[in-house]
């Protein structure tokens, strides 16, 4: 095959953010007002700070991530409670509501990591220096308490600012691997067993709560969101994120911060803007899925009934489980942000099993986080009127949640361009694939290796979604996300 031309990833990702209303880049006033930022004096920003530098916070993130939003430290109780701290970036201290930079990250919305290139919500100064909490920097943040009890409930505790230091970066699947036996603890655990101990204990707490949620109907999902290897204008794989205990500690963690958050804000009668899941609309078509597996489902959507469903599937069909995990989350219907006014009965968010649920985490990389900070703050320095009306959070809840699903489509169509580069000079080859996909709008499929999605367009009448098949790969368009094949018979 002649060799063909090279194909600019970097230029695609970039068209993509612009056809879905994102600004790629920073304004120059933007870039200007971060230039001028200087590292906050603690003394002069808190009339008493709490000095929390010596506790043995650490975080846990992808390798190379810089844009640190959350460390964590626990501590042992009483009857086998463990009381949990989790320390936010205070990004608000350095982005001011109305300043040009707030208004270029409330225009985008979200950071968006495409894994040819990352648009990050904030410059680099910002979420990748002042306001992340990277190892060996003292930093001013909001802390989060709550306290695990045995059962793996949570009780929410007390919210407070602080300065912190994190004294260990520590990456997902390195702590995983180690958690899960399948790999040798990393060097910095080794060197340091107080970070043993640490972690460990951590890990006791997360899967606690885990255990609790997952009981009460917390869904069980597995999606395959395959990430491109890029090497210059080479793609040289397609990598799978694999979940595992490290990113389960987190995500626990998270989702109690989270929750914690809510009660805060809910006992100072404060409006805010609560992350839902509602009930799902399509839930006939996920009995339908359900039968046609020989699992009855209840008439009425019931969260805990699909849990042990879904656990059982992932027992016996592992391999085809993030198909199925990936038709029930369609299904279901997409997350949202809704404005949450005290004395309203909340939505919830069905997937998680919660009633009382924010995005108040990850202010470096997602705007709604940023607004429950401030929102938090006004309480803790006891300003009179809170910094946004309810009609100014309805306007924002509706406009990030349109940036939430736009990120995503830009995310997808980048992966898919990415795997078009990968697999074009294996036109005419065959592939084993699942059959993901089956409706009057097309039939779609999976490889299983490389885990590349696709279009089946010649001999697709009669595939049913969760079948095993072959294909054959027909042509591809790296500039429309395009792949396209045809069915084996």
């Not at 590292?39 to 808190?46: G, S």
């Not at 401030?374 to 990030?400: F, I, N």
């Amino acid at each position: 095959m002649q060799d063909q031309q090279p194909v600019n990833l970097k230029s695609i990702a970039w068209a993509a953010m612009q056809q879905y209303g994102f600004v790629p880049a920073f304004p120059p006033s933007v870039l200007r007002e971060v230039e001028r930022l200087k590292p906050k004096v603690f003394a002069a920003t808190l009339d008493d700070p709490r000095d929390l530098r010596s506790l043995l916070w650490s975080s846990i993130d992808n390798y190379d991530s810089k844009d640190l939003d959350q460390i964590e430290v626990c501590e042992e109780g009483a009857g086998g409670e463990i009381r949990v701290m989790v320390a936010i970036a205070d990004v608000d201290a350095y982005v001011p509501k109305g300043s040009e930079t707030d208004h270029h990250a409330a225009r985008n919305g979200t950071a968006v990591y495409t894994g040819v290139t990352t648009f990050p919500m904030l410059p680099d100064r910002l979420s990748e220096g002042l306001t992340s909490l990277l190892p060996g920097q003292e930093r001013l943040a909001v802390v989060i308490e709550y306290t695990v009890l045995p059962d793996g409930d949570v009780v929410p505790g007390d919210v407070y600012r602080a300065v912190v230091a994190n004294q260990a970066k520590l990456v997902y699947e390195e702590i995983g691997d180690w958690l899960e036996g399948s790999g040798p603890a990393p060097d910095m655990i080794q060197e340091r067993p107080d970070l043993m101990k640490q972690i460990l204990l951590q890990d006791r707490a997360a899967t606690r709560m885990k255990s609790y949620r997952t009981e009460r109907g917390a869904l069980v999902l597995e999606t395959i969101e395959p990430e491109p290897l890029v090497e210059g204008e080479r793609v040289l794989g397609l990598v799978i994120q694999r979940q595992n205990r490290a990113r389960c500690l987190i995500e626990e963690f998270m989702v109690a911060a989270n929750r914690t958050l809510t009660s805060f804000l809910n006992n100072a009668g404060l409006p805010m803007i609560h992350r839902v899941v509602r009930k799902p609309k399509y839930w006939e078509e996920i009995m339908a899925v359900a039968a046609e597996r020989g699992t009855a489902l209840p008439e009425e959507p019931d969260a805990e009934a699909l849990t042990r469903f879904l656990i059982r599937q992932k027992a016996a069909d592992p391999e085809r489980f993030p198909d199925l995990s990936l038709t029930v989350i369609k299904l279901m219907g997409a997350g949202e942000y809704v404005t949450f006014r005290p004395g309203e009965e909340p939505i919830g968010h069905f997937a998680l099993a919660v009633t009382d649920y924010t995005h108040g985490t990850a202010p470096n990389r997602r705007y709604v986080d940023i607004v429950i900070q401030r929102l938090v703050k006004s309480v803790l320095t006891g300003e009179l009127e809170p910094p946004y009306t309810p009609e100014e959070l309805d306007e924002l809840a509706a406009w990030l949640t349109g940036r939430d699903k736009a990120a995503q489509k830009v995310e997808r169509f980048v992966r898919k361009a990415a795997a078009a580069v990968l697999l074009r000079e294996r036109i005419g080859e065959t592939f084993e694939a699942f059959v993901t996909g089956a409706s009057d709008k097309g039939t779609y499929v999976r490889l299983i290796d490389p885990p590349a999605e696709g279009k089946v367009v010649l001999g697709e009448r009669g595939l049913r979604v969760g079948q095993r098949i072959r294909v054959r790969l027909l042509a591809v368009d790296p500039y429309k996300g395009y792949i396209d094949f045809g069915y084996i018979r």
